[in-house]
């Protein structure tokens, strides 16, 4: 018994390590260290294009058009801004009239709602949260912040590489219809290889055409898509930007005017409970 253990280990030992041998690949084993070393930079370059837009802008304000499509549904309103640093945002939504039907706002710890007609108000935390309740997508405050000031806010990832578009695969959107072209795409993913976010790119035009978030098990959170921009002071910002979950919901925004380099008081973007007025 004990002779045959050890004719078995052997045997064992050496089928594992030709299974073994078979993760890696012969163009893993034979990568070539200069190709390598070329898609490291051209990674780089992406992020570091991604880093710099619009880097400056701090204080922002605008004015335009939302409208908000979820199944048969459709709304337009009338919506104003401001937003300042990574992660204060206020959004007014107008009435038809003119005066304000609720107010969003967020001061980076906590996410406020106020609603106007009738006076209600709501208050929770901004860690983790999104504003799916408001939009019926689930777009983080800080997110907003950056998309409506042009720029792309990177997940946390592990993983990070950059694939031609027509190898990416990325589907249209039928809520969406169709994408602009576009050269390549930056792909980051998370330690367990699971994709967190993709950004389409045209590098040459310096043009961020479209962002895609997922959530934590790989299913689609919603996509961001840029459709058109404008000259804002010294800074290239979206004139139509439209936020799209996996079909159901649609919100798309239209800038009318648009302001830079606004100081904005950290008080504006903290709301309280309407005072109860005496009969």
């Known amino acids: 018994m004990k002779g045959k253990i050890q004719v078995i280990l052997p045997i064992g030992i050496v089928l594992l390590l030709s299974a073994c041998g078979g993760i890696y690949s012969s163009s893993t084993l034979k990568q070539d260290p200069v190709a390598a070393s070329s898609h490291s930079s051209i990674v780089q370059s992406h992020i570091r294009f991604l880093e710099s837009i619009n880097s400056g802008l701090d204080g922002f304000k605008g004015i335009g ?12 309103m009338t919506t104003a801004w401001m937003a300042s640093g990574a992660d204060k945002l206020r959004v007014e939504v107008l009435a038809p ?43 983080r405050p800080g997110d907003m912040t950056f ?7 990177l997940r ?11 190898k990416a695969k990325i589907p249209v959107d039928s809520v969406i219809g169709n994408t602009p ?22 590098l040459p035009d310096k043009r961020v055409v479209q962002v895609e978030f997922f959530h934590s098990d790989g299913t689609l959170a ?6 058109h921009f404008r000259r804002a002071g010294n800074y290239r910002v979206p004139s139509e930007i439209r936020f799209a979950d996996d079909g159901t919901a649609e919100v798309t925004l239209r800038t009318r005017k648009y302001w830079t380099d606004v100081p904005v008081a950290p008080s504006r973007f903290i709301l309280s409970a309407p005072s109860k007025t005496q009969s």
């Open 65 to 76: 058009k939302a409208t908000l499509r979820t199944n048969s549904i459709r709304q337009t």
């Open 222 to 227: 919603y996509r961001v898509l840029f459709r």
């Open 97 to 139: 009239t003119g005066s304000p039907a609720f107010t969003f706002s967020s001061d980076g710890k906590w996410i406020y709602l106020l609603s106007h007609q009738p006076s209600r108000f709501y208050k929770k935390r901004a860690d983790g949260n999104s504003l799916q309740d408001l939009f019926q997508i689930p777009v």
């Open 156 to 166: 946390k990832h592990r993983f990070q590489s950059v694939e031609p578009q027509q």
């Open 181 to 202: 072209s576009a050269d390549t795409i930056l792909v980051l993913k998370d330690f367990f290889g699971n994709v967190v976010q993709r950004i389409q790119v045209n």
């Open 147 to 153: 998309l409506l000031g042009g720029r792309v806010p």
